[in-house]
């Protein structure tokens, strides 16, 4: 499900789980001891990328709605620990957005240090209310800091997506590339960055990030069982269920 690229001191994690990269439960526990190890290993900047038209697009709706209410608390601990370990990662993160990025895809990506995504016909955005989720207070949160409180409110409700033009211009990426150079670019600001005073970079990317921080530190048990509630209502279940229905007739 994953590949890993390694260069000099930057590794590249490549999703590589067909067709649309989707996050099971299987995919969030191996990317979370992937990004967890990859330090320890010797990495001093990390990539996640995906293949070219598709980053990833999200939940595994299709497995999680097979999950009974214990083990989809034991998915969402999971999939918050995954996105604690690339906004707390203790080295530089960079997203390789290389295609579509709905949903948790685009989770993934907000976590990350700085976002390419490649031009082109490709929409990203939180779409979670499109599928019957509320969006979690932390996730929410992480957008305000991505790119204000008003084109968060503007994004979130509705669950927009957008080209990577209008995320770049919003602030929801840092930057466009060609599909083919989507990879590339990401490797270059890590190189960047690794190329800097390694000691001085550190302490002020982990003040410039402790907000961030703040918002896993503050994670309990009870968001988890909120998010459970809220996955097994009844509203949620059944539109979920109904996209489920529409992707098979497609």
């Known amino acids: 499900m994953l590949e890993r690229i390694e260069k000099d001191d930057v590794l590249e994690i490549r999703f590589n789980r067909p067709p649309v990269n989707a996050l099971s439960p299987e995919f969030v526990q191996a990317l979370l001891a992937a990004i967890t190890q990859a330090p320890a290993d010797g990495a001093r900047a990390i990539i996640l990328s995906g293949q070219p038209g598709m980053f990833s697009a999200g939940l595994d709706v299709p497995a999680l709605l097979g999950l009974d209410e214990a083990a989809m608390h034991e998915f969402w601990k999971h999939f918050f620990g995954l996105s604690g370990a690339i906004a707390c990662s203790p080295v530089p993160?960079?997203?390789?957005?290389?295609?579509?990025s709905p949903a948790g895809g685009a989770v993934l990506a907000m976590f990350c240090d700085y976002r390419v995504m490649a031009e082109g016909d490709f929409r990203i955005g939180l779409n979670e209310v499109q599928v019957g989720l509320a969006l979690p207070p932390v996730i929410h949160a992480a957008l305000v800091r991505q790119v204000g409180a008003?084109?968060?409110?503007?994004?979130?409700?509705?669950?927009?997506?957008?080209?990577?033009?209008?995320?770049?211009?919003?602030?929801?990426?840092?930057?466009?590339?060609?599909?083919e150079g989507v990879v590339a670019h990401a490797r270059a600001w890590c190189e960047q960055l690794v190329g800097l005073p390694r000691a001085a970079?550190?302490?002020?990317?982990?003040?410039?990030?402790?907000?961030?921080v703040d918002l896993f530190d503050r994670l309990d048990e009870n968001d988890y069982r909120v998010?459970?509630?809220?996955?097994?209502?009844?509203?949620?279940?059944?539109?979920?269920?109904?996209?489920?229905?529409?992707?098979?007739k497609k």
Do not use: S, Y
Not at 93 to 100: D, E, L, N, S
Not at 201 to 212: E, G, S, V, Y
Not at 232 to 239: I, L, P, S, V
């Open 93 to 100: 993160v960079a997203a390789a957005i290389t295609g579509h």
């Open 150 to 179: 008003r084109e968060a409110e503007r994004l979130a409700v509705p669950g927009l997506m957008i080209d990577p033009v209008e995320a770049r211009r919003i602030g929801f990426i840092d930057a466009v590339a060609p599909v």
């Open 201 to 212: 970079m550190q302490r002020t990317r982990d003040l410039a990030r402790a907000d961030i």
């Open 227 to 248: 998010m459970n509630q809220a996955w097994f209502g009844a509203e949620t279940q059944a539109t979920m269920r109904a996209l489920v229905e529409r992707l098979k």
